[in-house]
């Protein structure tokens, strides 16, 4: 039974310290998708990883995280968002810290593929609870505004907190800083949600969607993840032709079963299709310039990894004048003007990074990083924004882990077209920032033809 939300219930009351709780998970989450790549080399000596194993540190975590998205949102709906929440963060607290005094590769590897259930679990309610608990259209625009410049900026602090952790305390520092984010989340949400008590739901899923759905996205972001080698292009391919199968299995269950995984209608709206798209291109976008820049002040300029964190604080600023700004355009424009106009910012920024580096220099690349910065934190919570806008606060999991999903998926295609551009071509930086131009160029285009009036 959907629960019926009044001015009078606490959580709606305690709405802006809900949101500040659930930020602060989000921006924890997102610290961890790059923190740990800085100390891979430490990791590797100290507890022995081969070449060959290594990656898996990353890997493990992005399969599960990846894969899970939509069925943990599904979970969500069933069992109530708030409970998933604690379920999900307390699971990630309990792999950090299985992660931080890990021993053997084996056991770190277990850990980071529990971290991504976990993160998979707390993720999709981040989205949910903003849109249960913000009815109100314009707050709900500045929630998801903040929402947004929260996840970019953490994965930027999580490149510098990497290498600050690693060089003063140890690598496994990286992982044991989750707790305490962890805990003030734990402990503060159930009281301010409690206006929120959420019974069971009679909502039913399908073992058969969810494992297919699982799978087959899960074989995609592993066929990206070996498109990105050149030894390993081939068996993409093979993981594709998995996906494809999967993803038929899925979508003839959805038609033909009785618990479908998606809720039926759920994707019929074109604007809620449209936004997911959009957020496929602009986190393709994002991954692939911070993919390409990362190397360009490391390899080029000769940055250290704590320098080339730091080197991103304009970005951060543009995404958080961005964050203000988007609150207060969203009270004389619609969602689906901004994302357009975001998106083609995106463009812009993307072009003047390029620009930068085929000038050279540090002070070349920064009026790129202020206006990508305000671009992509502009496009990425307005695709969010649209595409929950309208969901019954019973399918209000599911959607989150549709758009988060998405934005997954859409890093892991500009990671892989970033890595072949960067091998293939001659002027590899410059072409992959062309190509993020190109991603939020595709994005303007879908945000005019899925554009309603709604």
Known sequence: MTQVQTADTPALKHRWRILAVVCLVQFMLMVDNTVVNVALPSIQRQLGFTVNTLPWVVNAYILAYGGLLVAAGRLADRFGLVRAFVV???????????CGIAEQPWQLITARFVQGVGAALASPTVLGLIAVVFVDAKERGRAFSAWGAIAVTGGLAGVVLGGLLTGLLSWRWVFLINLPFAGIALVLLPLLTRGLAEGRRATKIGVLGAVSLTGAVAAVVYGLLELENPDTALHAVGFFALAAVLFAVFGAHERRGASPLIPEGLLKS????????????????LFGAFFTLTLELQQTLGFSPVLAGLAY???A???????????ALGKWFSPSQLLTAGSLVVVAGSLLLAGGIAVSGYPALLPGLVVFGFGISMVLPVTAQLAVAGVAPENAGVAGGLVTSAQQLGGAVGLAITGVLLVAAVEGHIVALLAAAVFGGAACAVSLLTRTRA
């Open 313 to 315: 604080i304009p970005f």
């Open 317 to 327: 600023l543009g995404s958080l004048v961005s964050s203000r700004a988007t609150g």
């Open 270 to 285: 074109r604007a809620r299709v449209g936004a997911l798209i959009a957020g496929i291109l602009a986190s393709g976008a």
């Open 88 to 98: 999900g963060t307390a699971l990630f607290a309990l792999a950090s810290l299985a």
